[in-house]
């Protein structure tokens, strides 16, 4: 299929300039559109966001939707942003309790993937959304890259981590990311894909400062 296409609502920029600040007026628009997006992928997945329904549900005019979102595809993908910072806030409100990093990332992104797992129609919606994404809808993929590395980071402890320890976080992060499309697809249990998690996330091990841990072994190699 066409990655431009969707149902018709597909009115889509190539180059988009960056939007000016919100008025709280225009952000309470915003968050209700997102609110709608989720609502109705929640019961129906991907299929089920159109945006005519969704600017009904919002309770916008269909012109105004597209000059927020002007594409499905950027409404999924800023509806997933928008799930991410719930999380993030909520981790930093009740922050894993692991006794090392790898083991609080491995809980933070267990944590994450039950808040999915209840609602498995919108999380479908949302991952698709970042599969089909195309060059148009970078600023809204780059963000959610940003917040998943954020939540990562948190959880780790680490304000200013090396080049090194933000490789391992861009592997884990894109482990995260396929055992939820496996899992999603049915190819995949949720005991496997915290397998794959934890296993994934003993890499943060291996990015230690020298001199400790399995840094001090790799040194001596």
């Not at 599969?131 to 600023?139: G, I, Y």
């Not at 304000?159 to 090194?164: L, N, Y």
Request: aromatic residues 4%.
């Amino acid at each position: 299929m066409d990655r431009g296409s969707w149902n018709g609502d597909s009115m889509t920029a190539d180059a988009r300039p960056a939007a000016p600040a919100l008025t709280e007026r225009q952000e309470a628009r915003r968050r209700r559109i997102l609110h709608a997006s989720a609502q109705l992928a929640s019961r129906g997945g991907f299929e089920a966001v159109q945006m005519r329904e969704v600017a009904e549900a919002a309770g916008v005019a269909l012109g105004t939707l597209y000059r927020y979102f002007p594409s499905k595809i950027h409404l999924l993908v800023a509806t997933m942003q928008d799930q991410l910072q719930h999380l993030h806030t909520t981790l930093r409100k009740r922050p894993p309790a692991g006794d090392d990093a790898a083991q609080r990332v491995a809980e933070t992104l267990m944590r994450a993937f039950r808040a999915l797992q209840r609602e498995p129609h919108l999380a479908d919606a949302m991952v698709r959304a970042l599969t089909f994404a195309d060059r148009s809808v970078s600023p809204e993929v780059d963000t959610v890259s940003r917040l998943t590395t954020a939540i990562i980071l948190d959880a780790m402890g680490l304000e200013h981590p090396s080049p090194e320890q933000l490789s391992a976080v861009r592997v884990i992060e894109h482990t995260w990311h396929s055992a939820l499309i496996t899992w999603l697809s049915g190819r995949a249990s949720i005991a496997q894909v915290k397998i794959d998690i934890e296993t994934v996330c003993r890499l943060i091990d291996l990015t230690a400062e020298p001199g400790t841990g399995a840094a001090r072994e790799l040194d001596r190699g």
